[in-house]
DNA sequence: AATCTGCATGGAGGA
DNA sequence: CCTCCATGCAGATTG
């Protein structure tokens, strides 16, 4: 790692009144949601809203610092993410040459503060190094998220990742910087390791680079949400207190060890105590995010495909309860074995071991699992010996599956509710989005997914390939005009789907998204559902960062001008539906008086005066007063403000937390995705 | 004959 | 090379 000097010579901070240096490792600037402004670090990719960036602009080694330790100068994105901590939390710095922390006081020698281990030396070193950093600028993330009170930036930060980072994520072993199984931290830094770290391990070359980077934030975030909702948990020893109906084996599982051997993947454990996210989480719960699990036997070895990806608004729904705490375990996506007819559902092995009861017969022993709706079923948890291992299945399983109506590839979730310990069976339906056509073809038998699964919805998947289902969420229930114009347009546009305009709307749900290569056997079809679970992940990760995009960026765009749209409905909802894609439109803002009415308020492009609209106006991108056509009294420059300035004050207030530049760039860069997915050209 | 049961097989992916 | 796990398959059981 280069330690020359870093010339960041102005803040793009805009009240500071200077513009960015796009040289010594920073380049550009983007605008936050909060109208402040963040930067990236060209190696790390962290990005700093304003008054952090300030700080680290004004720091007296422009970023740079000296390891009081090492005397090695640490890079600017540690620095500046560390400087960060120090910032929010107190926290020290980590030097990334020798792993202490430089500036808080002493270390010993060996000891790896916040989790970090040190950096291996070896030919990729500096890649090593590099993912430290990107480790760090995770925690940048986790810190900004519990503590910027209006959760500035959040998702401008994903999408500032996405765009710009990950020049630094390397494949790098785990070992590097994970601490064994066993002592696993107990810090939020342990968690960011992992979950920085697990983004890099599966990172691939040919995945661009957007992708994992957004999957480096997105495993951040799952962290972050794992300590909103695990909290109360993580005291109860006993992963599995109440759900064991045979009462000679309850008892061993609170022996979370004496299962037999352990599988090798490592998972982070969870922070003992959990970070208050309480201003963040309108913005959070509806995320979906893979939550580490929470503890059990072999809690440290779940595979990321397994960790529950569930909304915190899912895990209210699941709960009921409010003085319920339910505590994600795992989650597996339904293989065609699973959801057939057979009644036997394959559990994860180290799913299994870590979270239901030890068994030592092959019978194993029934289990007690509540659904989502509160019925209760029990099925026969037991293995098969299979190869010198074990093989885990839950029997009986059908009626469940039936009665929710689950089929290959739809995903169960399994829950602990606290404090009862009672374990809580959950799902979601797979869209039948181009998801599940993309990366499981054979998840829907016969190829034919059915409309219920695609609009229905109370835990529909995310995770659905190229960002598709982001939109397909945010239309869902919607009448929202551009929604649905948005909606037709990738949808239409997208080559690999099949999108017969012809035919009757409610077909579209049923039949107009198959794939030619559900045209393959049978065998071939079905063998890829695990298979590509991983570039599921990676997709889904991508969808994630989308979504994001989307939503910040959606009231951005209009329809077509002169466009008539046509009426869909699906599912009692009514959509309307354009033949053209929708194109970007001036942001305006809308107010509802106290007494009573709505009003839209926009800006001349020309002598940038605001002026009232009616509500229902979409305005072209650029508009000045001459475009007023609804007021003559203010249809020219020439004319007065229609506002005092204390009133417009309050409006631009109400405007605040929206930018334009960043939703624009945001949306650009989400239609640049969605061309690289599906070669839909805006 | 259909279904169930228990185990075997082999592809995929991680170490 | 090893483990995991989706699924095949043969024998047992049931109707």
């Known amino acids: 790692m280069a330690s020359s000097s870093l010339s960041i010579k102005s803040c793009m901070n805009a009240t500071c009144g200077v513009s960015t240096s796009n040289s010594g490792g920073w380049r550009k600037g983007w605008a936050l949601r909060s109208g402040d402004f963040a930067i990236l670090c060209d190696n790390c990719g962290s990005a700093y809203e304003q008054s952090i960036f300030c700080e680290v602009f004004h720091s007296k080694d422009s970023g740079w610092r000296e390891c009081t330790s090492c005397s090695k100068h640490l890079h600017c994105g540690c620095i500046a993410s560390r400087s960060l ?51 760090l600028a995770a925690e940048t993330k986790l810190m900004q998220l519990g503590n910027c009170i209006d959760g500035i930036g959040t998702r401008n930060l994903l999408q500032l990742q996405s765009d710009e980072t990950n020049g630094s994520c390397r494949k790098m072993k785990q070992e590097d910087i994970l601490p064994p199984v066993g002592e696993i931290a107990s810090t939020i830094f342990s968690n960011f390791n992992q979950a920085s770290n697990a983004s890099c391990q599966t990172a691939k070359p ?3 680079r957007t992708v994992t980077a957004a999957k480096d934030l997105y495993e951040s975030l799952a962290q972050t949400n794992l300590s909103m909702s695990l909290g109360s948990s993580l005291g109860n020893p006993n992963p599995f207190p109440g759900g064991v109906v045979d009462e000679r084996v309850s008892s061993k599982a ?5 299962q037999g051997p352990r599988s090798r993947h490592l998972l982070p454990k969870p922070p003992k105590s959990a970070l208050s996210m309480d201003a963040n989480a309108g913005m959070v719960s509806q995320i979906r995010v893979a939550r580490p699990p929470a503890e059990g036997r072999g809690r440290n070895q779940l595979l ?34 699973d959801a057939g007819r057979i009644g036997r559902l394959v559990l994860p092995k180290a799913c299994a071991e870590a979270y239901f009861p030890p068994i030592s017969q092959p019978e194993g022993l029934p289990l007690r699992i509540q659904d989502v709706k509160g019925k209760e079923w029990v099925f026969q948890f037991r293995f098969w010996p299979n190869n010198n291992s074990r093989m885990y299945v839950l029997e009986g399983v059908t009626p469940c599956i039936q009665s ?15 404090p009862e310990g009672k374990l809580v069976m959950g799902f979601r339906k797979a869209s039948n989005s181009i998801a599940m056509q993309d990366t499981q073809p054979s998840a829907i038998p016969n190829g034919v997914p059915s409309s219920e699964s695609y609009f229905s919805g109370v835990f529909e998947n995310l995770p659905i390939i190229s960002g598709y289902s982001g939109l397909l969420q945010s239309l869902k229930g919607s009448t929202d005009t551009h929604l649905s114009a948005l909606s037709k347009h990738l949808h239409s546009a997208s080559g ?12 579209r749900t049923r039949d107009g998204l198959l794939l030619p290569s559900l045209m393959v056997p049978e065998r071939k079809r079905t063998r890829n559902i695990g298979s590509k679970s991983k570039r599921l992940l990676i997709d889904s990760l991508d969808a994630f960062e989308l979504k994001l995009t989307w939503e910040e960026a959606q009231d951005l765009l209009r329809p077509a001008p002169s466009v008539k ?3 869909v409905t699906i599912e009692d909802h009514d959509f309307e539906e354009y033949e053209e894609p929708p194109v970007f439109g001036k942001r305006s803002i809308f107010i509802v008086r106290s007494i009573g009415g709505q009003e839209q308020w926009a800006q001349c492009d020309s002598c940038s005066k605001w002026r009232r609209l009616p509500v229902d106006v979409l305005l072209p991108p650029k508009w000045t007063c001459v475009d007023n056509a609804w007021d003559q009294s203010r249809c020219s420059c020439s004319a007065p403000d229609e506002l005092a300035p204390r009133e417009l004050e309050n409006l631009l207030r109400l405007n605040k937390g929206m930018n334009y530049d960043a939703c624009k760039h945001s949306l650009f860069s989400f239609c640049w995705k969605l061309t690289c997915h599906c070669s839909l050209n805006f």
């Open 304 to 337: 990321p495909r397994y960790w529950p990806r569930i909304t915190d608004q899912e895990l209210q729904q699941i709960s009921g309860d409010p003085n319920s705490t339910i505590v994600p375990l795992f989650e597996k996506v339904l293989s065609a074995s």
């Open 85 to 135: 901590l120090e910032l929010l939390d107190g926290g020290g710095v980590n030097c990334t040459s020798c792993s202490r922390t430089a500036g808080v006081g002493p270390m010993n020698g060996d000891e790896k503060p916040n989790g970090f281990g040190k950096p291996k030396v070896d030919n990729v070193g500096e890649l090593h190094s590099a993912s430290a950093d990107s480790q």
């Open 404 to 418: 929710m109506k689950l089929q290959a590839g739809d995903t169960v979730t399994f829950s602990r509710m606290d």
């Open 496 to 507: 690999d789907i099949s999108w017969n305009k012809s035919e009757k709307q409610e077909d």
């Open 254 to 258: 609170s022996s979370p060890l004496q």
């Open 565 to 567: 749209p046509s009426i």
């Open 206 to 208: 040919e995945i661009h």
